[in-house]
């Protein structure tokens, strides 16, 4: 807005008279009134003994302040959540056609049920052992298959802890049972190695460390007077072949229970799943 003003100036105060007959401002300092204005002074006359008339022509602009606005606080950024620890999932078996779908191999099969649900390569040899990487859900996983044949198991379960550092509470192993029925699971946070060689063989290579959980996998008691060497390798019947496969399926979900969830639910898991009806 532009105002032609005239201030009435004495010694100490002034009045601003605008040309359209308002007050605007009123026994203000002159000194501050003329510093804050941006104006043209033009010299009048003498009209008092008091002090001197100017006449000034004023440039004002006004500008209306915008109402005061709370502040915003930003919320408080939330913490990233820990990322998940890797699992390593180890079947244990014998490499070779010859041990292909046998008693023996079941931890193999257990370990291609789960690559195969999950998507997840077993192309690569790392560790002397067939080996992947992938996902269960947003957890890291590895599986391996050792393939130093069974007895030597712990080479290659070794070599992997040690080089991945991985907590042996996240090291499973699964592996066949000869003194649980056929097809049956058990799944246990710890125990020692029942008499299985590549069980033993592992515990070796880990210090003698038993603390971590496993996937027994029943395989039955060898028929009659057979020795159980010659039973373990052994292959399966149509009617078992159908049994192992269901077993496999409820092995894969327990796995993701576990990996998931914890042990302790997929231990229910297990501990409730019913065998196939055949």
């Not at 079941?106 to 790392?126: H, K, L, N, R, Y």
């Not at 799944?187 to 029942?194: A, C, E, N, S, T």
């Not at 063989?201 to 060898?222: A, E, Q, Y």
Request: hydrophobic residues 40%; aromatic residues 8%.
């Amino acid at each position: 807005m532009k105002v032609a003003c005239v201030i009435s100036s004495t010694a100490s105060s002034a009045t601003v008279l605008c040309r359209c007959g308002r007050s605007l401002f009123s026994s203000f300092s002159a000194a501050k009134t003329l510093n804050s204005s941006s104006y043209r002074r033009g010299w009048m006359s003498n009209t008092a003994a008091a002090g001197s008339l100017y006449q000034i022509s004023c440039s004002m602009t006004t500008q209306t302040s915008p109402p005061d606005t709370p502040a915003i606080i930003a919320p408080l950024p939330e913490k990233p959540k820990p990322k998940p620890q890797p699992w390593l999932i180890v079947g244990l078996g014998n490499p070779g056609k010859r041990y292909a779908g046998t008693r023996h191999n079941v931890g193999f099969e257990m370990i291609d049920t789960i690559a195969d649900a999950e998507g997840i390569s077993m192309g690569s040899v790392s560790f002397k052992a067939q080996f992947g990487k992938g996902f269960i859900g947003d957890v890291p996983i590895m599986l391996a298959k050792p393939q130093t044949f069974m007895n030597a198991s712990g080479e290659s379960v070794g070599a992997i802890v040690s080089y991945y550092k991985i907590p042996l509470k996240q090291v499973l192993v699964v592996f066949d049972d000869l003194d649980l029925p056929f097809a049956k699971l058990r799944l246990l946070p710890k125990g020692g190695h029942g008499g299985h060689n590549g069980m033993r063989s592992i515990m070796n290579h880990l210090k003698g460390n038993r603390d971590f959980p496993r996937l027994r996998i029943g395989i039955g008691r060898p028929p009659g007077k057979m020795d159980p060497a010659s039973f373990v390798l052994r292959a399966f019947n149509r009617q078992e072949r159908e049994e192992l496969d269901f077993t496999l399926q409820n092995g894969l979900e327990a796995m993701r229970i576990l990996v998931l969830e914890g042990f302790d639910k997929s231990a229910t898991f297990v501990n409730s799943s019913k065998p196939l009806t055949v």
